[in-house]
C-alpha cells in the first residue's frame, strides 16, 4: 500500500495555499520511506530543501496530468464541484513507473487515514474485530470502547507502535497496550534479562533470566492479551538499521530508555520520519528525606523534535555516542545504572505508563492538539505534584538542525552523518 503522510498543520496550510491560488499545481517537498514493497512519501516543511516534490492541486476530473516534472515524486489532486470530498494520488518509484497512491495519512490530532480513489481500501483491522468478533469479545473492550467512543477507540488500536526500550516501562506500557485490544506492536531493545530486571517488571519471571527481552515480552503478551496481538521483535539497538527500519514501518513511537544517546535515536527517526513520539522516563535520586523521585512523560507531533521541547539532559554526549559503532559500545561497556540513580520504584514507573497512555488516547480522540509535557514530582512528604513545561523557546526562532531534517525520510540519513560527525569532533 502506497501513502502520503502528512503532518495535519502542513495539510490544513496545503488547503490554505490551493484556496489562495486555484489555478494549476502548487509544488511541496517530500522525502522518501520504502518498506517491504511499499512506498511512502513523507511531507517535509514547505521551503524544505530535501530536492524531491509533490505536485498539489483541484480538479473537477479525477485524472492525473500527462507530463511529470523530472523533480516530481507524486501527485495530489484534490477533487471539487460534483468530485468534491474525493481524493487521487500516484507515486513515481525509483524505477519512474507510476503507481497509485492509495492512502493519505494525517499525522497528528485522530490520527486519521484517508482511503484515496484509486481503490477500495479494506475496512481496518479494528473494525473487523469489532463488528465481525463475539459477543465476549466485544463485551471486553465496551467500557473503553464507552469512554474513548467506538471510532477512536478502532484507530487507536489499528495504528502499529514501536516500544524502544522494553524494561521496567516499557513492558508495562505494552501490557497496557496490548490489553486494551491494540493489534501491532514492535518490540526494540538489545538487553537480555537480568535477575536485577524481575522486581520491577510485570512481564518477566525467574524462567525469563538470559532471554531477549523483546522475546520474554512478547511471550508474556501472547499468553495474556484476550487477543494477543501481532508482535515484531527487533532484538538490537535502536541505533541498528534493522531497529531503523522497523521504527520506521510504524506510526507511532514510544521511548522508554534508559540514557539519552537511545532517546536521541528515537527522536531522530520521529523527525525524519514525521512519526509522533511518546518518551517516557522516570528518575529516583538522592537519599532519605531528601530524595527525589520523578518522571517526564512528553508526546512530541510533528512540528517539533524532542531536543526543542525539552531537550536532553546531556545531549552533547548523546551526540558522541551515536557518532559510531565504537563509540556506543564505549558507553555500554561503562554504564552502570548505580551511578546514575538510587533505583527504581515500579509505582513510579506505572505512574508515568498511566500519564503516557492517556496522552495516546486523547491524542487520538483529538483531545490533545499540540505536542505536550507533563512533568511529574513528588516532594518529601510523598505529595505529588504535576506540571506542563512549554519547552525552552528558540530566541533566534530558527529551526534546530534536526527540524531542518523533519520530513526528508531516507533522504535526511546522509544529512545525519553529517551531523554526527560535526558534533563529534
Given at each position: 500500500m502506497n ?6 498543520p502542513?495539510f490544513?496550510r ?20 520504502h ?16 530536492g ?17 516534472p523530472?523533480d516530481c ?21 525509483p524505477?519512474?513507473d507510476?503507481e497509485?497512491?492509495?492512502q493519505?495519512r494525517?499525522?497528528g ?8 480513489q484509486?481503490?477500495?481500501l479494506?475496512?481496518?483491522l479494528?473494525?473487523?474485530?469489532v ?13 473503553t470502547?464507552?469512554?474513548l ?6 484507530r487507536?488500536?489499528?495504528l502499529r ?6 524494561g521496567?516501562?516499557?513492558s508495562?506500557l505494552?501490557?497496557a ?21 524481575l ?11 538470559g ?9 508474556s503478551?501472547a499468553s495474556g ?5 501481532e508482535?515484531?521483535t ?6 541498528h ?9 510504524c506510526?507511532?513511537l514510544?521511548?522508554c530508555?534508559?540514557?539519552d544517546g ?11 520520519f ?12 538522592g537519599?532519605g528525606r ?16 524532542l531536543?526543542c ?6 545531549e552533547?554526549?548523546?551526540w558522541?555516542m ?8 564505549a558507553?555500554y ?10 533505583g ?7 505512574c508515568?505508563?498511566g500519564v503516557?497512555?492517556?496522552?495516546l ?6 483531545r ?7 512533568h511529574?514530582a513528588?516532594?518529601a ?5 504535576v ?9 533566534d526562532?530558527?529551526p ?5 531534517l ?5 533522504d535526511?540519513l546522509?544529512r545525519?552523518?553529517?551531523?554526527l560527525d560535526?558534533r563529534?569532533?
Amino acid at each position: 500500500m502506497n501513502s502520503l503522510t502528512v503532518p495535519l498543520p502542513v495539510f490544513r496550510r496545503y488547503l490554505r495555499d490551493l484556496q489562495q491560488h486555484p489555478p494549476g499545481s502548487l509544488r511541496y517537498p517530500v522525502g522518501i520511506s520504502h518498506r517491504s514493497g511499499q512506498f511512502e512519501l513523507i511531507a517535509a516543511s514547505p521551503g524544505s530543501q530535501v530536492g524531491r516534490l509533490l505536485l498539489l492541486s483541484w480538479y473537477h476530473s479525477l485524472v492525473l496530468p500527462p507530463f511529470f516534472p523530472p523533480d516530481c515524486a507524486g501527485v495530489l489532486l484534490l477533487g471539487e464541484g460534483q468530485q468534491h470530498g474525493h481524493a487521487l494520488g500516484a507515486v513515481r518509484l525509483p524505477s519512474q513507473d507510476l503507481e497509485p497512491l492509495h492512502q493519505l495519512r494525517l499525522v497528528g490530532p485522530g490520527m486519521h487515514a484517508i482511503g484515496l480513489q484509486q481503490e477500495l481500501l479494506p475496512e481496518p483491522l479494528a473494525r473487523t474485530m469489532v463488528e465481525g468478533s463475539s459477543e465476549e469479545s466485544v463485551a471486553r473492550w465496551s467500557r473503553t470502547i464507552g469512554a474513548l467512543g467506538q471510532e477512536a477507540w478502532q484507530r487507536l488500536v489499528g495504528l502499529r507502535y514501536a516500544l524502544i526500550g522494553v524494561g521496567r516501562a516499557g513492558s508495562s506500557l505494552a501490557l497496557a497496550l496490548a490489553r486494551m485490544g491494540v493489534t501491532q506492536l514492535t518490540l526494540i531493545d538489545p538487553d537480555r534479562v537480568e535477575s536485577h530486571n524481575l522486581g520491577e517488571t510485570p512481564a518477566l519471571t525467574g524462567a525469563d533470566i538470559g532471554q531477549l527481552k523483546v522475546e520474554a515480552v512478547a511471550v508474556s503478551l501472547a499468553s495474556g492479551a484476550a487477543v494477543p496481538p501481532e508482535v515484531v521483535t527487533v532484538p538490537e539497538s535502536i541505533t541498528h538499521l534493522h531497529a531503523l527500519r522497523a521504527a520506521q514501518a510504524c506510526d507511532l513511537l514510544i521511548s522508554c530508555v534508559d540514557h539519552d544517546g537511545a532517546r536521541l535515536a528515537a527522536a531522530v527517526i520521529a523527525a525524519l520520519f514525521c512519526k509522533p513520539l511518546l518518551d517516557i522516563a522516570t528518575g529516583v535520586h538522592g537519599q532519605g528525606r531528601g530524595r527525589r523521585l520523578g518522571a517526564d512523560v512528553r508526546l512530541v507531533l510533528p512540528g517539533q523534535c524532542l531536543l526543542c521541547f525539552g531537550g536532553l539532559r546531556d545531549e552533547a554526549r548523546a551526540w558522541q555516542m551515536l557518532a559510531s559503532t565504537e563509540a556506543e559500545r564505549a558507553f555500554y561497556a561503562r554504564q552502570d545504572w548505580r551511578r546514575e540513580r538510587a533505583g527504581s520504584l515500579a509505582s513510579l514507573n506505572q505512574c508515568a505508563v498511566g500519564v503516557g497512555v492517556r496522552l495516546l488516547e486523547d491524542l487520538i480522540a483529538e483531545r490533545v492538539q499540540e505536542s505536550t509535557w507533563a512533568h511529574l514530582a513528588f516532594d518529601a512528604s510523598g505529595r505529588l505534584t504535576v506540571s506542563y513545561p512549554t519547552g525552552s523557546p528558540r530566541l533566534d526562532r530558527s529551526p534546530c538542525s534536526l527540524c531542518e531534517l523533519a520530513g526528508w525520510g531516507e533522504d535526511g540519513l546522509p544529512r545525519v552523518v553529517d551531523l554526527l560527525d560535526a558534533r563529534s569532533t
